[in-house]
């Protein structure tokens, strides 16, 4: 049988199957693509915590059904999404490498010079569904700031570990690792 964890974010429960990363580490595997339920709870959440904000970005791809739903809370006509490779239709990417705690691998994250210019001297909330090592939203912030952005706010759902005693996100809640 499979160990588990049991977690409550914005009042919805969900076991979390327990899986390992490496020898010495294992995760609570928190996967929001497809949960419609919990998306739509959490970003009600944040989206009162996120205040003056002109665009929301994200990375492709567990962020974007909550940014998505954060966009519609907060009446935003658009967001940006960092692609994870460069696609034909991009002109002149930003682009920039990342290692996460899940893929572990190096990946890349592509900002279209279309989004870069749309961001150019806007306030930027940076969201993903988890913050574990910080990776993924520091990269996201370099390609923010590379593009002009002012990053005013960093939002997941959940912060996992030490990303819990950071004062510069905001997450609703906390996730432990085994």
Do not use: W
């Not at 569904?129 to 759902?157: F, P, Y």
């Amino acid at each position: 049988m499979m160990e588990t964890y049991s977690l409550t974010v914005a009042g919805v429960k969900r076991e979390l199957p327990i899986i390992p990363i490496s020898n010495d580490l294992k995760i609570a595997s928190f996967v929001i693509l497809g949960d419609t339920e919990i998306v739509v709870a959490a970003a009600s959440l944040l989206a009162e915590q996120l205040k003056d904000i002109d665009y929301l970005v994200t990375a492709e791809a567990k962020g974007i059904p909550l940014v998505h739903e954060l966009s519609k809370q907060l009446n935003m006509p658009e967001y940006i999404v960092a692609r994870k490779s460069v696609k034909p239709y991009m002109d002149e990417p930003l682009i920039n490498q990342v290692v996460s705690i899940t893929t572990q691998k190096e990946q890349l994250l592509c900002l279209d010079g279309k989004d870069a210019a749309k961001i150019k001297g806007k306030r930027i909330a940076i969201i993903d569904d988890v913050i574990s090592t910080g990776e993924s939203i520091r990269v996201l912030e370099e390609l923010v700031t590379k593009a002009g952005g002012i990053v005013v706010s960093k939002a997941a759902i959940l912060a996992e570990g030490d990303a819990a005693e950071r004062d510069d996100i905001v997450y609703l809640e906390k996730l432990p690792v085994f």
